[in-house]
T-cell receptor
Framework: DAGVIQSPRHEVTEMGQEVTLRCKPI?????LFWYRQTMMRGLELLIY????????DSGMPEDRFSAKMPNASFSTLKIQPSEPRDSAVYFC?????????????FGPGTRLTVL | KQEVTQIPAALSVPEGENLVLNCSFT??????LQWFRQDPGKGLTSLLL?????REQTSGRLNASLDKSSGRSTLYIAASQPGDSATYLC?????????????FGTGTRLQVFP
């Protein structure tokens, strides 16, 4: 398997623009997570899905952020409108289950810069 | 509220040294604890996972210990190599329910120089 795939790897946009980040989880993994990493706040969970259904979105910072998982092999994280404080690295991760020994597999991340 | 702290924030050592990275957490009621490695510009890779009932886990030159009662975990790296240079993060899972999320520390940035 190719692992978790994220696109784009880098995104530079201007304040106010819509940004869409994409993720393809590992095949057969029932859980998908979106994280954000910044120097100030470290790694934070934004939202996660189980079998394409959002389970916990309490980490989504505000209504400008939305995430969807239309099928088991694809998820998007959208920011509209984007702001400079959204600049961060966004990671997607997946895992087959949330059992005791199951770890999460991370994608390479999307580095977002909002000017 | 569970908080995870890692000390030191950065560490630079010569090749061959044995070293210890520290992770502390405020609530001892955890389900498991993991150590991850993050290389620059890349995602996280799981190194070791310790269940709450375990005291330690080993993988090659890495050994992770867990002391729940004191809220501490250590990652021991033996005979460090330049290839070990990376950021190391620990993460705690508070419980076994689907709603129990991983809580990450801020990491220790390790540099091993030849």
């Amino acid at each position: 398997d190719a692992g978790v795939i994220q696109s784009p790897r880098h995104e530079v946009t201007e304040m106010g623009q819509e940004v869409t980040l994409r993720c393809k989880p590992i095949s057969g993994h029932d859980y998908l997570f979106w994280y954000r990493q910044t120097m100030m706040r470290g790694l934070e969970l934004l939202i996660y899905f189980n079998n394409n259904v959002p389970i916990d979105d309490s980490g989504m910072p505000e209504d400008r952020f939305s995430a969807k998982m239309p099928n088991a092999s694809f998820s998007t994280l959208k920011i509209q409108p984007s702001e400079p404080r959204d600049s961060a690295v966004y990671f997607c991760a997946s895992t087959p289950r949330l059992g005791g020994t199951d770890t999460q597999y991370f994608g390479p991340g999307t580095r977002l810069t909002v000017l | 509220k569970q908080e995870v702290t890692q000390i030191p924030a950065a560490l630079s050592v010569p090749e061959g040294e044995n070293l210890v990275l520290n992770c502390s957490f405020t609530d001892s009621a955890i389900y498991n604890l993991q150590w991850f490695r993050q290389d620059p510009g890349k995602g996280l890779t799981s190194l070791l996972l310790i269940q709450s009932s375990q005291r330690e886990q080993t993988s090659g030159r890495l050994n992770a210990s867990l002391d729940k009662s004191s809220g501490r975990s250590t990652l021991y790296i033996a005979a460090s190599q330049p290839g070990d240079s990376a950021t190391y993060l620990c993460a705690v899972r508070p419980g076994m329910h689907n709603t129990d999320k991983l809580i990450f520390g801020t990491g220790t940035r390790l540099q091993v120089f030849p």
